[in-house]
């Protein structure tokens, strides 16, 4: 129970309540005193005839005008009421205390952290957000401010502000800070002029697998070394990407990222690209740098380099020796200190041994080098990168986060996923703008597998002799897998057998892309 003593301010009346209090062996639990002269006591429930007693006694006591049950202390209401206020803002909100610990969090941080107020409250704000370096906020200078941070693969900004009380002289004190997470203003995730050893990058890879921890680890080491750097992957894994990581992550991180695709450019186009050309060499135009010159210090990205012209590479192989080279049209050389990462879907050593390209330009490139799995054989992976395209797309379209079905994931994770997550983040997007109630099921993503009927072998024939049969079910195998690789090369690939062996079965069984 709860009381309000409304009263007079006299010496001693607070300690007749007390008296009172402890002669009847009603415990205190607590006591505020407002300076008007009320007082509020917070006392466990007694029975009905023990309480009309005790109100007859407290309206005895001398300077005592009147006392009454309430049902909340001033405290009690007014925290009720704070919480309240901050569970229903739409943005994440933590209390830290002066050791780093979170007091607090709102709807909105519990659930942007996908976690339980267990799971939060009492935790390091580091190991939370492994980016906010709580101790070397509070050793500098208090003051508000703003932090780039990355919560699940997605970029948000720390708004800190430092919450001070006032003491009885009159002195502020810190008391503890207020994290505000908002969404990052829409704009590309790396910036070219980020600062030194800055840190951002490779959190924006999310996944679970151990296929991808091993590629984040084996990447970090990579990303501070000079040499050539090689990153190999199918189409939509995220090869630049990874390179922009890379070179966040190393010393080279706030000079500039440039790229060049190297597929479909013509000879002399791709070469004043890379290489600029000297004054008059174009109609008297004026002179122009290079992506090599101008990224001095920093990184060029060559993408899908297996697509370079023999000519090019030539020039490549040059610069690679002693990152010298010649502007077009110009005789003296220049020399630039500068990382080369290059990135291909095709199989480097095969096009070598073809001779569709250089085999001393591909051993001078395949020293460093980072394989990036592709999705369908790190499906462990699909949950998480689900989650964050859908947080990614959430604010765009202005829904709240759907309930995933409970057979999503298996659907997901049984499609082999040929454009994997560029066509997963694609999928996803697709999804949510077809979404008409608040259940994102495995229909919205119109998966090839799920839109055919049927499973393979639901209509197999089992007529006839043994080897009829199992070419029949063969058959059904390829025709169902040729649909997300369409190409012999790419099922072959796919299946770990020839691209003879492939091209063969399709042509024998007559397969063709639907």
Same mark, same amino acid.
């Given at each position: 129970?709860?009381?309000?003593?409304?009263?007079?301010?006299? =010496?001693? =009346?607070?300690?007749?309540?007390?008296?009172?209090?402890?002669?009847?062996?009603?415990?205190?639990?607590?006591?505020?005193?407002?300076? +008007?002269?009320?007082?509020?006591?917070?006392?466990?429930?007694?029975?009905?005839?023990?309480?009309? $007693?005790?109100? $007859?006694?407290?309206?005895?006591?001398?300077?005592?005008?009147?006392? @009454?049950?309430?049902?909340?202390?001033?405290? #009690?209401?007014?925290?009720?009421?704070?919480?309240?206020?901050?569970?229903?803002?739409?943005?994440?909100?933590?209390?830290?205390?002066?050791?780093?610990?979170?007091?607090?969090?709102?709807?909105?941080?519990?659930?942007?952290? /996908?976690?339980?107020?267990?799971?939060?409250? %009492?935790?390091?704000?580091?190991?939370?957000?492994?980016?906010?370096?709580?101790?070397?906020?509070?050793?500098? &200078?208090?003051?508000?401010?703003?932090?780039?941070?990355?919560?699940?693969?997605?970029?948000?900004?720390?708004?800190?502000?430092?919450?001070?009380?006032?003491? #009885? /002289?009159?002195?502020?004190?810190?008391? /503890?800070? +207020?994290?505000?997470?908002?969404?990052?203003?829409?704009?590309?995730?790396?910036?070219?002029?980020?600062?030194?050893?800055?840190?951002?990058?490779?959190?924006?890879?999310?996944?679970?697998?151990?296929?991808?921890?091993?590629?984040?680890?084996?990447?970090?080491?990579?990303?501070?070394?000079?040499?050539?750097?090689?990153?190999?992957?199918?189409?939509?894994?995220?090869?630049?990407?990874?390179?922009?990581?890379?070179?966040?992550?190393?010393?080279?991180?706030?000079?500039?990222?440039?790229? =060049?695709?190297?597929?479909?450019?013509?000879?002399?186009?791709?070469?004043?690209?890379?290489?600029?050309?000297?004054?008059?060499?174009?109609?008297?135009?004026?002179?122009?740098? %290079?992506?090599?010159?101008?990224?001095?210090?920093?990184?060029?990205?060559?993408?899908?380099?297996?697509?370079?012209?023999?000519?090019?590479?030539?020039?490549?192989? @040059?610069?690679?020796?002693?990152?010298?080279?010649?502007?077009?049209?110009?005789?003296?050389?220049?020399? *630039?200190?500068?990382?080369?990462?290059?990135?291909?879907?095709?199989?480097?050593?095969?096009?070598?041994?073809?001779?569709?390209?250089?085999?001393?330009?591909?051993?001078?490139?395949?020293?460093?080098?980072?394989?990036? &799995?592709?999705?369908?054989?790190?499906?462990?992976?699909?949950?998480?990168?689900?989650?964050?395209?859908?947080?990614?797309?959430?604010?765009?379209?202005?829904?709240?986060?759907?309930?995933?079905?409970?057979?999503?994931?298996?659907?997901?994770?049984?499609?082999?996923?040929?454009?994997?997550?560029?066509?997963?983040?694609?999928?996803?997007?697709?999804?949510?703008?077809?979404?008409?109630?608040?259940?994102?099921?495995?229909?919205?993503?119109?998966?090839?597998?799920?839109?055919?009927?049927?499973?393979?072998?639901?209509?197999?024939? =089992?007529?006839?002799?043994?080897?009829?049969?199992?070419?029949?079910?063969? /058959?059904? *195998?390829? #025709?169902?897998?040729?649909?997300?690789?369409?190409?012999?090369?790419?099922?072959?690939?796919?299946?770990? *057998?020839?691209?003879?062996?492939?091209?063969?079965?399709?042509?024998?069984?007559?397969? @063709?892309?639907?």
């Amino acid at each position: 129970m709860r009381l309000e003593v409304i009263c007079e301010d006299r =010496l001693g =009346l607070t300690r007749e309540l007390l008296d009172i209090l402890a002669s009847k062996n009603i415990d205190l639990r607590g006591i505020e005193i407002d300076v +008007v002269g009320i007082i509020y006591l917070n006392c466990p429930d007694i029975d009905f005839d023990t309480f009309s $007693a005790l109100m $007859a006694e407290i309206r005895r006591i001398d300077g005592v005008k009147d006392v @009454r049950r309430i049902p909340f202390m001033p405290m #009690e209401r007014h925290n009720t009421e704070l919480i309240s206020l901050l569970n229903n803002l739409p943005d994440p909100v933590l209390a830290i205390d002066l050791k780093g610990l979170v007091d607090m969090a709102n709807h909105a941080a519990l659930s942007l952290l /996908s976690l339980e107020e267990s799971e939060v409250l %009492g935790q390091q704000i580091s190991s939370l957000i492994p980016m906010f370096n709580f101790a070397k906020w509070v050793e500098g &200078p208090i003051t508000r401010q703003r932090e780039n941070i990355v919560i699940n693969g997605l970029d948000y900004v720390a708004e800190c502000m430092p919450v001070y009380i006032s003491s #009885e /002289s009159a002195e502020s004190i810190l008391a /503890s800070t +207020v994290m505000i997470i908002r969404a990052a203003e829409q704009k590309n995730i790396f910036d070219d002029a980020l600062p030194l050893h800055n840190a951002l990058g490779f959190e924006h890879f999310v996944g679970v697998s151990n296929r991808h921890k091993l590629l984040i680890s084996q990447a970090k080491k990579l990303s501070f070394l000079d040499q050539p750097l090689l990153i190999q992957g199918e189409t939509g894994t995220g090869k630049e990407m990874m390179a922009r990581a890379c070179h966040n992550r190393s010393v080279r991180g706030s000079h500039p990222f440039l790229v =060049l695709s190297c597929a479909s450019m013509p000879d002399d186009v791709a070469e004043t690209e890379l290489f600029g050309h000297a004054p008059g060499a174009f109609n008297n135009q004026q002179g122009k740098k %290079g992506i090599f010159e101008q990224a001095d210090g920093g990184t060029v990205f060559l993408d899908e380099i297996g697509e370079m012209s023999p000519h090019l590479q030539i020039k490549l192989l @040059r610069f690679l020796q002693d990152g010298t080279f010649r502007r077009v049209g110009e005789e003296h050389e220049i020399h *630039v200190d500068v990382r080369v990462i290059a990135s291909t879907r095709h199989n480097l050593a095969e096009l070598a041994e073809t001779k569709s390209f250089r085999e001393d330009l591909f051993y001078r490139l395949n020293v460093l080098t980072l394989s990036i &799995p592709p999705l369908r054989e790190r499906l462990n992976d699909i949950g998480p990168l689900l989650e964050l395209f859908i947080g990614k797309y959430m604010k765009q379209l202005g829904i709240q986060k759907p309930v995933l079905d409970d057979n999503l994931l298996d659907q997901l994770s049984s499609y082999s996923w040929p454009g994997n997550m560029r066509q997963l983040d694609n999928m996803v997007l697709r999804a949510l703008t077809e979404l008409e109630g608040n259940v994102l099921s495995a229909d919205l993503f119109h998966l090839p597998q799920v839109d055919s009927g049927s499973g393979i072998g639901a209509n197999l024939n =089992l007529e006839g002799p043994l080897d009829e049969i199992m070419k029949e079910y063969e /058959s059904q *195998v390829l #025709e169902r897998l040729y649909q997300s690789f369409p190409s012999s090369r790419k099922l072959a690939k796919r299946l770990n *057998v020839s691209h003879t062996s492939i091209a063969n079965k399709l042509r024998e069984y007559g397969i @063709r892309k639907k």
